[in-house]
């Protein structure tokens, strides 16, 4: 039997989407790097004046540096409060309330419903309340831990799934081991590739994010860069391309750091439970 | 008592998502008196605000769509191709990143190759084909499915990668043995095992174009895009009482968003039978 596409529709198939995925970004990278104006587009001169000056730029900007400093801080922040907030919960779930699993996974979803934009227009209105938590730009913190939610949690849920939690546990225990002790010292080591896939999540979202930022009126980096674009086209681009380039090496990061190890936990896993 | 252990989650979820929903809502039931009434509720799917909820709906189910059909193909694409090898893990790594890739970078990515000064507009004007003598733009219906398009099609190989990988050979050759040919295969197991997933993935994509602030604010001005709407009614300079014209939009929007997930929700349940 044949599959659906015959046998050159996947390759067409791939190299029409991966056209389409290629043109906006070298279109964008071709603003922000080569210094001639739009119309000239014949070949001979593509390979023209290709320069990147235009990085440096941003820096006489005073706002450029402070809101990339803004942002890291709020991403440092956000990643913080995500595993010291979710790593207890799902660990407290996994082991004495496993009936408040679904419930959880069901509150963890709830950002899908109460998107960005609407969850700032709630912001908007308790502001008068809460002017003194509110003004502070790090109050963005807690809400970016909010939009980060549906990411985070479930990775950190899944890591503890391939665990064998109650074991671990109890022979911490038994060895004398506090809960603070038996979390730190047994839990955490364990975890390890969960949390760094939370906290590469965690600090993507918080370093991209628009919406609440804008309509706030906080000076946090991608704000910046869109009032940047206006007044400084090439410059605003450049910096789009290299934030998208750090992105994409984040996750570079993220599947390298994930591989190895969590390869060889899931043939321990294996092991362990032949063994038993 | 175990619940204790749920307590500061609870505590965080009510301060930093419910309480800013429900507001949302308490804001847009409350008429200019204070009193409970309908008329903002009522306002916001009236009028122009009807004909921005018409809008955006068209045009959200026109990127689910599209991201629907190209986003299985490729998927599939990526599961049967086997050689070169690399070729799926390149595919779903970058989908991890372009699906996490709305906003303002996209957005910039696609000004500059399809805007009114964009690389491809003027070459494809060099080719005697004027994009912009109809009524095209980034900010109407075709643009926003193009742009939408380059964060559906990568979350939608996402979702259905693992549901064609349950696909399993023996139903292949099951059928064929009972004399079934490539069409009876996918029309009568094939489609009916994996319809469950694109629905869902449907669902999916309808609401991550519906509520998509970033990539929308920069393209256009566009006041039909609901999320951009309720942007210029929070940050407006506007009268007494025309600003719960904005919660009210908001409200209809979390709604909109509750059936869909709720929806979603029950779809993913059907699909997760054939994927153990």
């Avoid at chain 2, 930093?16 to 309908?38: D, Q, W």
């Avoid at chain 2, 189910?61 to 893990?89: E, Q």
């Amino acid at each position: 039997m044949r599959n659906l596409l015959g046998k050159s529709g996947p390759k067409i198939v791939i190299l029409v989407t991966s056209v389409f995925f290629l043109l906006p970004l070298l279109a964008m990278t071709r603003f922000a790097f080569q210094n001639v104006g739009v119309f000239d587009l014949s070949w001979s001169k593509a390979f023209d004046k290709w320069t990147f000056d235009i990085v440096s730029k941003p820096f006489e900007d005073q706002y450029f540096t402070d809101s990339l400093y803004l942002s890291f801080k709020i991403a440092i922040g956000t990643a913080a409060l995500t595993l010291g907030l979710l790593i207890p919960t799902a660990i407290w779930v996994h082991l004495r309330v496993p009936k408040a699993r679904v419930l959880i996974e069901f509150m963890t979803v709830l950002p899908y419903v109460i998107p960005a934009i609407a969850l700032v227009a709630g912001i908007v209105v308790i502001k008068p309340h809460a002017r003194w938590f509110l003004n502070s730009d790090l109050s963005l913190i807690p809400f970016y831990t909010v939009l980060a939610l549906p990411f985070t949690y479930r990775a950190i849920d899944s890591g503890l799934r391939a665990l064998e939690l109650r074991t671990l546990v109890d022979a911490s225990r038994n060895l004398g081991a506090g809960w603070i002790r038996t979390m730190l010292k047994v839990i955490v080591p364990n975890l390890r590739s969960a949390i760094i896939s939370a906290t590469f999540l965690t600090v993507a979202v918080a370093l991209g994010e628009f919406t609440i930022a804008n309509v706030l009126l906080k000076r946090t980096f991608p704000p910046f860069i869109n009032e940047y674009r206006m007044r400084e086209p090439r410059a605003g681009y450049a910096l789009a391309v290299l934030s998208l380039l750090f992105t994409i090496f984040i996750f570079g990061l993220l599947s390298v750091a994930l591989r190895s190890p969590s390869a060889k936990s899931h043939q321990n896993s294996t092991k362990s439970r032949e063994m038993s | 008592m175990a619940w204790i252990g749920l307590v500061p989650f609870f505590a965080f979820l009510t301060l930093f998502l419910f309480i800013p929903a429900f507001s949302v809502f308490s804001e847009a039931l409350r008429g200019a008196n204070g009193k409970f009434t309908l008329d903002s509720l009522r306002e916001g799917i009236s009028g122009q605000n009807l004909e921005a909820f018409k809008f955006s709906i068209k045009f959200s189910a026109g990127a689910a769509f599209v991201g629907v059909v190209f986003g299985t193909l490729l998927a599939y694409a990526a599961v049967i191709t086997k050689r070169p090898k690399w070729l799926r893990s390149l595919i779903t790594s970058f989908s991890g990143v372009a699906a996490n890739m709305g906003g303002l970078t996209l957005a910039f990515a696609f000004v500059s190759l399809l805007g009114r000064q964009g690389v491809l507009t003027k070459i494809l004007a060099a080719l005697g084909w004027d994009l912009y003598s109809g009524n095209f733009g980034l900010g109407e219906i075709p643009g926003l499915i193009t742009v939408y398009s380059y964060f559906n099609i990568p979350l939608m190989v996402l979702v259905t990668i693992p549901a064609i990988d349950g696909l399993r050979t023996s139903w292949r050759e099951a059928c064929a043995n009972l004399g079934g040919t490539t069409w009876t295969y996918w029309r009568r197991i094939g489609l009916p095992v994996l319809a469950p997933s694109i629905m869902g993935g449907f669902l999916l994509l309808f609401t991550n174009s519906f509520s998509a602030f970033a990539t929308a604010r920069v393209l256009t001005d566009n006041s039909k895009i609901v999320p951009l709407r309720i942007g210029f009614f929070l940050g407006g300079d506007l009268s007494v009482g025309e600003d719960s014209i904005g919660y009210s939009l908001a409200a209809w929007m979390i709604i909109v968003m509750a059936v869909c997930m709720w929806l979603y929700w029950i779809l993913r349940r059907r699909a997760e039978k054939w994927q153990s």
